[in-house]
């Protein structure tokens, strides 16, 4: 958590925020989280009624106005709840960030008022869950070529194609869909769309067998002649890449929070673990080669929440952060991938097994380097951002 030298009232009333959330997360983990989480893995099973109660504690809309049923907080808290889930489960980490910024966020960020008050509520409170659907199946990074469309006819836009790699998108009772609305590879050719999962023609897909976060939903969403009213087109034809680029750059903050509790969660039990662990008659982290792979963690995983916060106070503050987003992105995936790497090492043989918990920190880690933006999109946008 970081706080200034001289606290600001509102510095101070934000940091007991941040406490109060985060020994929240901790108790209510404590008994809905850790004894389940190697199951859900292990299962696949997307634990909805999870995010039932953490709707109940006001996760589920950290960021939504109180009026429309939020917690009404800011992107410090909001980061500081996504580290403490993901410390415990990335995979519970990942589906409340994916909920919160990218569904929820779009709505907030870009919907009008009727829109706001309609889906709102029930995002921020968790009776629905939300998807977000960019991404398809030959369009990953290059989205303006997107093969789904949306087509006026009367005062009903129809909607063909599919999404992959969707969170929640087999699950999500409401989605955010971006479809192209114009000439492929043409500028301002795609738009923004709330559908409901109980529209004719949206159903899902296929659920993705993952290497981890494997208790968060992943999977396609389908639209095959899906008609929806012309009042669920968020802002203007053509305003979705320009919206869907807004989200991301909040989407990106969520991720590298999402990094930075995976890595504090991967610290941890190699901490506990070389404490505990005996060799030739003292704990292994009594010798260099442990301590000083816990020196350079400890380093490193400061340095993500720095440049994660960093992040969310441009944000808050209405300022441009695409490049300091992005890095906090590209650098809290990296070093939690680094992390929990390190972590198995520490294990030893115990840390190649499911009995320990390193694994799977080491698992779920990978998925911050990929989702929301490769690492190698992330120095893109760094680059572009250095280079103007």
Known sequence: MIETMTESPQTSQRAENQRMIADMIREFGKH?????????????????HVFKKLGELGLMGVLVPQEYGGSGFGYHEYVTAIIELARMDGSIGLSMAAHNSLCTGHILQHANESQKAKYLPKLATAEWIGAWGLTEPNTGSDAGNMKTTAVKEGNEWVINGAKNFITHGISGDVAVVIARTGEPGKSRN???????RSTPGFS??????????????????????????EENLIGEVGDGFVQSLKV???????IA???????QGAFDVAVQYSKEREQFGKPISSFQGISFKLADM?????AAKLLTYQAADLKMQGKPMTKESAMAKYYSSEIAVELSNEAVQIFGGYGYTKDYPAEKYYRDAKLCTIGEGTSEIQKLVISREVLK
């Open 32 to 48: 809905e989280i850790e004894p389940h989480k190697m199951d859900w893995d292990e299962s696949q099973e997307f634990p909805v």
């Open 190 to 196: 795609a738009s923004a769309f709330i559908v409901e």
């Open 204 to 229: 899902g897909g296929r659920k993705e067998n993952k290497l981890g976060m494997r208790c968060s939903e992943t999977g396609e969403m389908i639209f095959d002649n899906c008609r929806i009213p």
């Open 248 to 254: 991301l750059d909040g989407g990106r903050i969520s």
């Open 257 to 263: 929070a999402l990094g930075c509790g995976i890595a």
């Open 298 to 302: 400890a380093t490193k995983l400061e």
